[in-house]
């Protein structure tokens, strides 16, 4: 084995800049714990002109990074463009044909196009690394697919996105509302270069994907993964859940039922005494339950330039130290094709906010609709009593399946006294 690692770095953004600086920080560090050095001989990004505070003296440019992959004096390829297509994908393409390895942070492309990519690696034998794609700097790859991998995965859920986890959490603390939050949390760099992905749920649930592929061993299938975003989380909710004691997060899910695999992504009451209430601001924490091992949560920053570099240069260190694995922890051609089981078969307890007027009857139809559905009620709360106003009704119901709250839903909304869709947030039991 030569001395030296030559990485190829594409995309020098927040990732592949914070990427380059700790290669150069550590470089002592790393080599003592490798044998070899790791060496950036060649980039690529969009503005060469740009000032990044890096010394870039004596590495190559190349403007167009799929031209990394041919360049003889690569190695390894560090794809830190992002998106799902386009550059990202050409460039790892290009480099696995090759035979070359590639580590990405691009959750993204691997959440649409892993079991391709993963089939092309092993047929080349080169690797394919992931650990920044998923929480960042936590090492939740490694986690499931290394530590954890004698136990049969009873449930995976987790905050996966700091963004939205950071827009939560100061709604939280300041009773602001979601899109007051929105561009703070931008202008920290944790955003999503469509902060859409953040907010609605995308980003999380490209890396749930790659979760339940690890946990599972089920082809990434992103188009199976039930999603909705935190834009209708109010300031008025988040105080609510307080007063019934929980907190909201964005909660990726994936588990199987009896109905099939259930993947999920959406808002969730969660106690506040619960460990994951308390994960807070840019923060990621996954829990992994085995049926050996029990619960193991892992938390830590799940974005930001130091942390993602973290992980990036972990997985340089696997392919420096000759450690190769399958990319989702069995053969890609073993991989299942699964569907996910119908959100109508989740059972669990829900939170239910109304907007009605307040006038007599209103509550005996709300109470008739979820009679007529079997949805019984743990807890409700009316606070005014100003015949003629708008107030909030909210309840939280015992567990029932989705289906039959869903048809209640339905019933209410038709009611001429609620002049809002009702707000619905599933309550986890944890
Ligand atoms: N920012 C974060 O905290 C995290 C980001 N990621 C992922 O890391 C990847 C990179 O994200 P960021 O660094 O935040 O993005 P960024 O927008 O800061 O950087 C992207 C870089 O790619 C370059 N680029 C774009 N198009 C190009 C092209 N056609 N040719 C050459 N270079 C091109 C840009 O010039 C820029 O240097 C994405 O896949 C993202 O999802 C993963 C974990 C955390
Ligand atoms: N935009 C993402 C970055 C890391 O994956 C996030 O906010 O978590
Ligand atoms: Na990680």
Same mark, same amino acid.
């Given at each position: 084995?030569?001395?030296?690692?030559?990485?190829?770095?594409?995309?020098?953004? =927040?990732?592949?800049?914070?990427?380059?600086?700790?290669?150069?920080?550590?470089?002592?560090?790393?080599?003592?714990?490798?044998?070899?050095?790791?060496?950036?001989?060649?980039?690529?990004?969009?503005?060469?002109?740009?000032?990044?505070?890096?010394?870039?003296?004596?590495?190559?440019?190349?403007?167009?990074?799929?031209?990394?992959?041919?360049? $003889?004096?690569?190695?390894?390829? +560090?794809?830190?463009?992002?998106?799902?297509?386009?550059?990202?994908?050409?460039?790892?393409?290009?480099?696995?044909?090759?035979?070359?390895?590639?580590? =990405?942070?691009?959750?993204?492309?691997?959440?649409?196009?892993?079991?391709?990519?993963?089939?092309?690696?092993?047929?080349?034998?080169?690797?394919? +690394?992931?650990?920044?794609?998923?929480?960042?700097?936590?090492?939740?790859?490694?986690?499931?697919?290394?530590?954890?991998a004698a136990n049969r995965i009873e449930r995976v859920y987790?905050?996966?996105?700091? =963004?939205?986890?950071?827009?939560?959490?100061?709604?939280?603390?300041?009773?602001?509302?979601?899109?007051?939050?929105?561009?703070?949390?931008?202008?920290?760099?944790?955003?999503?270069?469509? $902060?859409?992905?953040?907010?609605?749920?995308?980003?999380?649930?490209?890396?749930?994907?790659?979760?339940?592929?690890?946990?599972?061993?089920?082809?990434?299938?992103?188009?199976?993964?039930?999603?909705?975003?935190?834009?209708?989380?109010?300031?008025?909710?988040?105080?609510?859940?307080?007063?019934?004691?929980?907190?909201?997060?964005?909660? #990726?899910?994936?588990?199987?039922?009896?109905?099939?695999?259930?993947?999920?992504?959406?808002?969730?009451?969660?106690?506040?005494?619960?460990?994951?209430?308390?994960?807070d601001g840019v923060f990621n924490a996954v829990v992994i339950?085995?049926?050996?091992?029990?619960?193991?949560?892992?938390? #830590?920053?799940?974005?930001?330039?130091?942390?993602?570099?973290?992980?990036?240069?972990?997985?340089?260190?696997?392919?420096?130290?000759?450690?190769?694995?399958?990319?989702?922890?069995?053969?890609?051609?073993?991989?299942?094709?699964? =569907?996910?089981?119908?959100?109508?078969?989740?059972?669990?307890?829900?939170?239910?906010?109304?907007?009605?007027?307040?006038?007599? #009857?209103?509550?005996?139809?709300?109470?008739?609709?979820?009679?007529?559905?079997?949805?019984?009620?743990?807890?409700?709360?009316?606070?005014?009593?100003?015949?003629?106003?708008?107030?909030?009704?909210?309840?939280?119901?015992?567990?029932?399946?989705?289906?039959?709250?869903?048809?209640?839903?339905?019933?209410?909304?038709?009611?001429?006294?609620?002049?809002? $869709?009702?707000?619905?947030?599933?309550?986890?039991?944890?």
């Open positions: 084995m030569s001395d030296f690692l030559r990485i190829g770095v594409a995309g020098l953004g =927040t990732v592949g800049a914070g990427t380059v600086r700790l290669l150069q920080d550590n470089a002592a560090l790393i080599r003592a714990r490798t044998g070899r050095r790791l060496q950036v001989v060649a980039v690529s990004a969009r503005d060469r002109r740009r000032d990044r505070g890096l010394d870039l003296s004596g590495i190559a440019w190349h403007d167009d990074p799929v031209a990394l992959a041919a360049n $003889p004096d690569v190695d390894v390829i +560090c794809e830190l463009i992002g998106g799902a297509d386009g550059p990202a994908l050409d460039l790892t393409l290009a480099a696995l044909e090759g035979g070359k390895p590639v580590v =990405t942070a691009n959750k993204a492309m691997l959440a649409l196009h892993g079991e391709r990519l993963a089939g092309l690696a092993e047929r080349r034998g080169a690797a394919l +690394c992931f650990e920044a794609a998923v929480a960042g700097g936590i090492p939740v790859i490694k986690a499931l697919r290394e530590g954890l987790g905050i996966l996105n700091g =963004t939205s986890n950071y827009i939560l959490s100061t709604m939280q603390e300041t009773g602001r509302e979601f899109a007051d939050v929105l561009s703070e949390a931008q202008a920290l760099g944790y955003a999503e270069a469509d $902060p859409s992905f953040d907010v609605d749920g995308i980003d999380a649930a490209h890396k749930l994907a790659l979760l339940a592929a690890l946990a599972y061993g089920v082809a990434p299938r992103f188009d199976q993964i039930h999603i909705e975003g935190i834009r209708h989380v109010s300031a008025l909710d988040i105080a609510l859940a307080d007063e019934l004691g929980y907190r909201i997060k964005l909660l #990726g899910t994936v588990r199987y039922t009896e109905a099939g695999l259930e993947q999920r992504l959406h808002p969730a009451m969660v106690r506040k005494d619960a460990p994951i209430a308390e994960v339950e085995g049926d050996r091992v029990g619960s193991v949560m892992l938390q #830590g920053r799940g974005a930001g330039a130091g942390p993602t570099a973290s992980a990036v240069t972990a997985d340089l260190i696997d392919i420096a130290r000759g450690i190769r694995f399958p990319v989702f922890g069995v053969p890609a051609s073993d991989l299942l094709t699964v =569907t996910s089981a119908p959100l109508s078969t989740h059972r669990g307890s829900y939170y239910i906010r109304l907007m009605v007027v307040d006038r007599p #009857g209103v509550l005996a139809d709300v109470a008739a609709a979820l009679r007529d559905h079997d949805v019984s009620i743990e807890s409700l709360i009316q606070r005014s009593r100003d015949p003629g106003n708008i107030v909030p009704i909210v309840l939280t119901s015992h567990e029932v399946s989705e289906a039959a709250m869903q048809g209640a839903l339905d019933l209410i909304a038709n009611s001429a006294s609620v002049i809002e $869709p009702p707000r619905m947030i599933r309550i986890e039991p944890y």
